[in-house]
């Protein structure tokens, strides 16, 4: 039987006592003796731990899809509230998250005429609705739809065909992300009045992927959704043995105001109260799937990571946020900095976890020059679980990317995504996707990351600053 977060982080106070921590010049980071060598015997414990994957489990079994303003998103921050108490946490709270209320009613698309047959799709996030038909006018990427000539497609329906490419970092999601963020508006300066787009995915299946979009201000919205990548590539032929009509009805948009929470647990630093180290994921997710590893597993990582790092009474404060709607707009995020915008000094340094749950093979920091001997200390205890140091390769994730921008400092544990896009928002995001192996190898790590981080003598470049313009 596998030992409770508590039992074996006890063990782990027993058999190491607390030593004096050792002097080290003011602006030079680091760890002491005693707190890498309870971080190493921390990770060895955490991979035999289950805590990340009974919380994942509990989420995606008790609440399932938790879209953003549904009734589930409110039993998800019910869920995330116990869970965070279940676990004990020293304080728990929400803050308030209000956005614009998104709902998908119903989605149906078909090619009429001689080649009918049903399209299977999902409308995109975000999307108007309404019932248009018309002629498909295929497009390879956003690049080209973007060089058709404004009017050109008067009376027809856009279809940019872009196939999605795995990469260990899922760098190819700008591009496919890009066409569902920014497709819609391109199409309606070129005059369509509906908007397809072969899914942002990477596996070959009839299961749409959903994700938000946005229209630029004063355009007129039109039906906007995404084909599997089977019925994409069914589309792709039937265009080219001649003209093609489609129908698309969508059932979806906006219905006023919702206000959600940011849950918050934390574990009150024994020495360094006021200071924090920041993890999370974000709580909402899609509705196709159950919401395992977008970001179920995010969730899970770092709620795991709080509750095994309490019995060692860490030194900075453990902050734990389960961000709201991230899905649509990044609006847990943005509310917390607004909120915390004044204290982003205090915040030592963050990490968030929302690519799912592969094997996390790399670090990476915005800390990488100012502190690098603090960051060897970290990579030291880091790369018995197989994880590298990857300069410049991380970024701050979704989340905490807005106080990121405020001066924050952040760090990157990279996940494996060479197979996220094949779940990513779509029906086959699923618990059973989960690797629990793959899972308690990145709880040992942000495990790692957090405890040292709470233990360092100094900072890691955490320094208010102006917001840029725009963002």
């Not at 609440?63 to 019910?78: C, I, L």
Request: hydrophobic fraction near 40%.
């Amino acid at each position: 039987m596998r030992r409770t977060a508590l039992a074996f982080a006890l063990s782990l106070l027993v058999a190491l006592p607390l030593q004096a921590q050792q002097a080290s010049h003011a602006s030079v980071t680091r760890v002491d003796d005693a707190s890498m060598t309870r971080a190493a015997q921390l990770r060895d414990a955490a991979l035999k731990d289950d805590t990340g994957w009974k919380v994942v489990e509990s989420l995606t079994t008790e609440v399932g899809p938790r879209v953003a303003g549904s009734e589930a998103d409110a039993r998800a921050v019910a869920w995330a509230k116990a869970k965070f108490k279940q676990l004990g946490y020293d304080k728990v709270w929400t803050e308030p998250v209000t956005f614009p209320k998104w709902e998908r009613r119903s989605e149906h698309g078909e090619v009429l005429g001689t080649h009918a047959q049903k399209l299977v799709l999902t409308a995109l996030g975000g999307s108007a609705g309404g019932t248009v038909e018309g002629e498909v006018m295929r497009f390879p990427d956003l690049a080209a739809l973007q060089a058709a000539p404004d009017g050109s497609l008067a009376g027809k329906i856009a279809f940019v065909d872009y196939q999605m490419q795995p990469f260990r970092d899922g760098h190819d999601y700008r591009n496919g992300g890009g066409i569902r963020g920014g497709g819609p508006s391109v199409a309606i300066h070129k005059g369509a009045i509906g908007f397809l787009m072969r899914s942002a995915g990477t596996e070959t299946s009839r299961l749409p992927h959903t994700g938000n979009t946005r229209y630029e201000r004063g355009l007129t919205p039109i039906p906007a959704a995404a084909l599997s990548t089977i019925d994409a590539a069914q589309l792709a032929r039937l265009v080219a043995l001649g003209p093609t009509r489609v129908k698309l009805a969508l059932d979806c948009g906006f219905d006023g105001e919702y206000t959600s929470q940011n849950v918050i647990g934390e574990i009150t630093g024994s020495k360094h109260p006021k200071e924090v180290v920041l993890i999370g994921g974000h709580l909402d997710s899609w509705d196709h799937g159950t919401g395992a590893i977008d970001d179920g597993a995010g969730i899970a990582i770092t709620m795991a990571t709080g509750a095994l790092l309490k019995p060692l009474k860490p030194a900075r404060t453990i902050r734990v946020v389960a961000f709201a709607n991230e899905e649509q707009g990044l609006y847990g995020g943005r509310a917390y900095a607004d909120k915390h915008a004044g204290d982003v000094v205090n915040h030592v340094i963050a990490a968030e976890s929302d690519f799912g749950a592969g094997h996390i093979y790399g670090f990476d920091s915005s800390a990488r020059d100012a502190q690098p001997e603090a960051i060897q200390q970290f990579m030291q205890v880091l790369a018995p679980l197989g994880i590298e140091w990857k300069p410049n390769e991380g970024d701050p994730e979704s989340d905490i990317g807005a106080m990121a921008q405020r001066g924050m400092a952040w760090a990157w544990l990279g996940h494996d995504g060479t197979h996220y896009f094949d779940l990513h928002h779509n029906a086959d995001d699923t618990l059973d996707k989960i690797d629990p192996k793959d899972l308690a190898q990145n709880v040992a790590a942000y495990a790692v990351f957090t405890y040292l981080a709470a233990q360092a003598q100094g900072g890691f470049g955490s320094e208010a600053k102006a917001l840029e313009a725009g963002k």
